[in-house]
T-cell receptor, first 114, second 115 residues
């Protein structure tokens, strides 16, 4: 599975748009890009997933360029409650065997200030 | 509906003791995963089940760790002869099907402290 690299930490203010970029240079054809959010003392929570181009849901957008070697999670108008650790992961389509697990890095610790 | 639940939420044990951690996945989810998370680190994969069988146990650190899922639902992670280095939060997740294109739903974790 492709290794991911993302900034260790980011600071922002309430109401700003936050963009967190993740690099995954060795991504394979059948890999999906997924972002999870984790609050202290809780398990990670799925935010968004994509394969290519742009994906948008009610909480975030995910931008993936044509070469898929990086991706950017965009959080519009963050609030204090968006303070959390954000993980970028690359996961493989399942064809049987060992592709089911996810490989987490250290994530990006986002701090939103008033 | 009910999410993934884990019991106990906290477990303190003495070095050398045996512990069992339980995970109740979301009903109907065939894939179940165990992760371990140390302070300041991301979750580290341990083992995952597809149905009753362990499809990948490559993340188990040594033979003191073992997990079962006998009926394809509830899973138990078992740790023998616990060591202080085993102290961490143990997370369980389930998904409708294995694979990177399926969302994993995580439980709140069990915080294990080995004294």
């Amino acid at each position: 599975l492709a290794k991911t690299t993302q900034p260790i930490s980011m600071d922002s203010y309430e109401g700003q748009e936050v963009n967190i970029t993740c690099s995954h240079n060795n991504i394979a054809t059948n890999d999906y890009i997924t972002w999870y959010q984790q609050f202290p003392s809780q398990g990670p929570r799925f935010i968004i997933q994509g394969y290519k181009t742009k994906v948008t849901n009610e909480v975030a957008s995910l931008f993936i360029p044509a070469d898929r070697k990086s991706s950017t999670l965009s959080l519009p108008r963050v609030s204090l409650s968006d303070t959390a650790v954000y993980y970028c992961l690359v996961g493989r389509l399942y064809y049987g065997g060992s592709q089911g697990n996810l490989i987490f890095g250290k994530g990006t610790k986002l701090s939103v200030k008033p | 509906g009910a999410g993934v639940s884990q019991t106990p939420s906290n477990k303190v044990t003495e070095k050398g003791k045996y512990v069992e951690l339980r995970c109740d996945p979301i009903s109907g989810h065939t894939a179940l995963y165990w992760y371990r998370q140390s302070l300041g680190q991301g979750p580290e994969f341990l083992i995952y089940f597809q149905g009753t069988g362990a499809a990948d146990d490559s993340g188990l650190p040594n033979d003191r760790f073992f997990a079962v899922r006998p009926e394809g639902s509830v899973s138990t992670l078992k740790i023998q002869r616990t060591e202080r280095g085993d102290s961490a939060v143990y997370l369980c997740a389930s998904s409708l099907s294995p694979g990177g294109d399926y969302e994993q739903y995580f439980g709140p974790g069990t915080r294990l402290t080995v004294t």
